[in-house]
């Protein structure tokens, strides 16, 4: 029997997609993630490029639900992902607006094709030099890929803390919360490492993140509560 080929209509998936996520009665994450499940394996045998078209399309509308399940269904598309390089990274990180868009757009696709070796360094550095605050948090969240040993991630000190270096200095609240985040993440690997950044750059290092990286250090949490003595 001659095997037929699937037809994937962008369009028409474009459209089913928002009515559904629209139609939603919780718009939270397992629900979302339920219903990119669902998507997911309708689209295991189509063309990476249909995949991505439909995820650029969909990260176009607004909405923070559209960049989620876009940036989940790629995530999960082994040859779509794949494809994700710098020119591709740059075209689905276009329009992030907010913190919720960067860390979509930083932990499912520029972070792990960063930590595969898709993107090169200099491309990550180059947004920690970017004159969007949006560019340079996705930056310093990209390295959270590189060490979250639940997102996949094995180590990686070196990226890591050059990308840190880079924004030591940067006062944009979104930044500092992203490079307390970084160093965090990255304390979990390699203590040490980061120990010895927090004392090079002792004086230049916002004193958030000094706050909440030595808590991390010394309890192991990011804001600790404190513990009430009865007498």
């Given amino acids: 029997m001659k095997h037929v080929a699937k037809t994937f209509h962008i369009t028409d998936l474009e459209t089913e997609i928002s009515l559904r996520l629209e139609a939603l009665h919780e718009k939270r994450t397992a629900a979302i993630r339920s219903l990119r499940q669902e998507y997911s394996c309708r689209l295991n045998d189509a063309p990476a490029k249909t995949v991505l078209e439909l995820s650029r399309r969909l990260m176009e509308r607004s909405g923070a639900i559209y960049r989620f399940f876009a940036a989940e269904l790629i995530h999960h598309h082994n040859e779509a992902f794949r494809r994700v390089d710098a020119g591709e990274v740059k075209r689905l990180g276009k329009g992030m607006a907010s913190w919720g868009d960067v860390d979509i757009f930083a932990y499912y696709l520029s972070g792990p094709a960063w930590r595969n070796r898709q993107i090169p360094d200099r491309v990550v550095a180059g947004w920690a030099r970017d004159q969007s605050i949006w560019w340079r948090r996705a930056a310093l969240v990209s390295t959270v890929p590189l060490n979250s040993k639940a997102h996949g991630g ?77 007498s």
């Avoid at 050059?162 to 985040?181: F, G, N, Q, Y």
């Avoid at 010895?196 to 991390?216: G, H, L, P, Y």
């Fill in 154 to 230: 094995t180590g990686d000190t070196v990226r890591t803390l050059k990308i840190c270096r880079l924004l030591v200095d940067d006062r944009e609240d979104m930044v500092v919360k992203a490079l307390s985040w970084a160093l965090r993440e990255l304390a979990k690997r390699d203590p040490a490492a980061v120990k010895e950044f927090m004392s090079e750059f002792d004086k230049r290092i916002a004193a958030r993140v000094k706050r909440e990286v030595n808590n991390k250090l010394t309890t192991g949490l990011k804001n600790p509560r404190q513990v009430r003595v009865i």
